[in-house]
């Protein structure tokens, strides 16, 4: 499976001419989802969710479908009956060639003043790759691959090493790091590649890898 790093939070995966996106958000590139033939999203903060994005895909597209939790999907269903699929923890699915899992329910705490929104996070293809949104969700089964949200106003390095541990993958991948400087950058991969227990590295946006 190929595995392009775009910005921000979007990740794309392909594997037998077929595409999967996850969270083409407004911080991603304006063609981040254009090609999906499956679309996934996290939640419905505008940096995982914008639905220009969305809409421009599906309409590039006419079979691609995307498949999102109830917040999400609302805003998208009227217009793309039957293409617009909501899911939440512990749904199963399978979308062109891609098995996924759907594991959370909420975002992590920005601050106890601030309402938390629902945020599911996905497992594709059997713990292959695994993208928690905006949460520290842990998933049931083994990942190998663990799209790492490094930098957040909801959390700190610390809380960022001790999930790397947790979920223990093969290998974690950088997500959720437009907002982190890069002067910021040797020292978040310093601590979490020497404390994370796991072989951590960072894909530039366009960068992409077999996983």
């Not at 679309?39 to 599906?58: G, K, N």
């Not at 601050?111 to 790759?129: F, M, Q, S």
């Not at 982190?180 to 040797?186: R, Y």
């Given at each position: 499976?190929?595995?392009?790093?775009?910005?921000?939070?979007?990740?794309?995966?392909?594997?037998?001419?077929?595409?999967?996106?996850?969270?083409?958000?407004?911080?991603?590139?304006?063609?981040?989802?254009?090609?999906?033939?499956?679309?996934?999203?996290?939640?419905?903060?505008?940096?995982?969710?914008?639905?220009?994005?969305?809409?421009?895909?599906?309409?590039?597209?006419?079979?691609?479908?995307?498949w999102t939790l109830k917040s999400v999907a609302?805003?998208?269903?009227a217009a793309f009956p039957g293409r617009v699929?909501?899911?939440?923890?512990?749904?199963?699915?399978?979308?062109?060639?891609?098995?996924?899992?759907?594991?959370?329910?909420?975002?992590?705490?920005?601050?106890?003043?601030?309402?938390?929104?629902?945020?599911?996070?996905?497992?594709?293809?059997?713990?292959?790759?695994?993208?928690?949104?905006?949460?520290?969700?842990?998933?049931?089964?083994?990942?190998?691959?663990?799209?790492?949200?490094?930098?957040?106003?909801?959390?700190?390095?610390?809380?960022?090493?001790?999930?790397?541990?947790?979920?223990?993958?093969?290998?974690?991948?950088?997500?959720?790091?437009?907002?982190?400087?890069d002067l910021a950058l040797p020292l978040y991969?310093?601590?979490?590649?020497?404390?994370?227990?796991?072989?951590?590295?960072?894909?530039?946006?366009?960068?992409?890898?077999?996983?």
């Amino acid at each position: 499976m190929k595995l392009t790093k775009k910005s921000h939070a979007c990740v794309r995966l392909e594997k037998e001419g077929r595409t999967l996106v996850i969270d083409p958000g407004a911080f991603s590139e304006e063609d981040a989802a254009l090609g999906a033939d499956v679309i996934l999203v996290t939640h419905e903060h505008p940096d995982h969710f914008d639905e220009s994005r969305l809409r421009a895909a599906l309409e590039h597209n006419p079979a691609a479908g995307i498949w999102t939790l109830k917040s999400v999907a609302e805003r998208l269903t009227a217009a793309f009956p039957g293409r617009v699929h909501t899911v939440g923890h512990g749904d199963a699915f399978t979308a062109a060639g891609f098995d996924v899992q759907v594991h959370g329910e909420l975002h992590a705490v920005i601050h106890p003043d601030i309402p938390r929104v629902t945020n599911v996070g996905y497992l594709v293809d059997g713990g292959k790759v695994f993208h928690p949104g905006d949460a520290f969700t842990v998933p049931d089964r083994p990942v190998e691959t663990l799209m790492l949200p490094v930098m957040a106003p909801w959390s700190k390095i610390a809380e960022v090493i001790d999930y790397v541990r947790e979920v223990a993958p093969r290998r974690a991948y950088d997500v959720h790091d437009a907002l982190l400087a890069d002067l910021a950058l040797p020292l978040y991969e310093a601590h979490i590649g020497r404390l994370g227990g796991t072989d951590h590295q960072r894909l530039s946006p366009g960068a992409w890898t077999e996983v």
